[in-house]
């Protein structure tokens, strides 16, 4: 019987023992798997605090886009100028009445109507620019510029004359002092594009680009634009400054 008692013992012990042994190395595995992971994640996932490569810049190529782009602006605001907006937010009801894929024209066409606006013209007009600051917001977050899926919508008199302004051709765009998009078009050479919009897209061939041309074709002019997004978007200012003859929102 003692000889079969420690047997016994001794086999309940192996066991305890084997048992001991597996269960510490599952929880080994299982330790240096979520050590791994954790490790993983930090490298590829979490975004570092510091910037690890150093921007690749040339100061003579800075300093020359900053005296084009002052240049351009000194030039505008010594001109005479005629205000479209201040302050348009797109409505609610335009941005659903003309939604892509959804529209309606007859309901888009009405909510265009209610923020456009008519000018006259005497005289001859020898230069004349588009001067827009926009800003848009989503959801919570703070009104800014523009992203790569936002656009302004523009319209001068007709068809030809409409769509989404192709902001990578315009001969100033940049951002303003309060962090909002701020163009410049020469309306001798205006590009229009579609939606979905994309900054690097060649301007559309069946819009006429010679909006100068059409300003001096008639004395009577009807002018709208918006800002194309499905958050909060919101034309600051809208300006038309130019030289020669006078311009009237009417």
Not at 35 to 55: G, N
Not at 214 to 222: A, D, M, R, V, W
Request: contains cysteine; hydrophobic residues 40%; neutral net charge.
């Amino acid at each position: 019987m003692s000889k079969n008692n420690n047997f016994n013992n001794f086999t309940v012990q192996v066991l305890k023992n084997e048992t001991f042994q597996r269960a510490f190395a599952s929880l080994f595995i299982v330790s240096v798997s979520i050590l791994l992971t954790a490790f993983l994640y930090s490298k590829l996932f979490v975004e570092p605090k510091t910037i690890t490569r150093e921007p690749e810049i040339s100061a003579e190529s800075i300093k020359n886009a900053v005296t084009r782009e002052n240049t351009i602006l000194s030039k505008i605001q010594s001109m005479n100028s005629v205000s479209i907006y201040e302050g348009l937010t797109t409505p609610q009801s335009l941005i659903d009445a003309c939604v892509m894929g959804k529209k309606i024209a007859e309901s888009c066409n009405k909510e265009v109507a209610k923020i456009s606006k008519f000018m006259s013209i005497d005289g001859v007009v020898i230069e004349a620019y588009l001067y827009i600051k926009a800003a848009i917001s989503r959801e919570s977050s703070p009104i800014s510029a523009l992203t790569k899926y936002d656009s302004i919508w523009f319209l001068l008199d007709k068809e030809k004359h409409s769509g989404q302004l192709l902001r990578s051709k315009a001969i100033h765009n940049g951002i303003s002092e309060e962090g909002f998009t701020e163009i410049i078009f020469d309306l001798s050479n205006v590009s229009f594009t579609h939606l979905p919009y994309n900054d690097n897209a060649q301007p559309d061939s069946d819009k006429e680009s010679d909006l100068l041309k059409t300003l001096n074709s008639s004395n009577k002019h009807i002018i709208s634009s918006f800002i194309a997004t499905l958050g909060y978007g919101k034309i600051v200012e809208m300006k038309i400054y130019y030289k020669g003859g006078l311009i009237k929102v009417i």
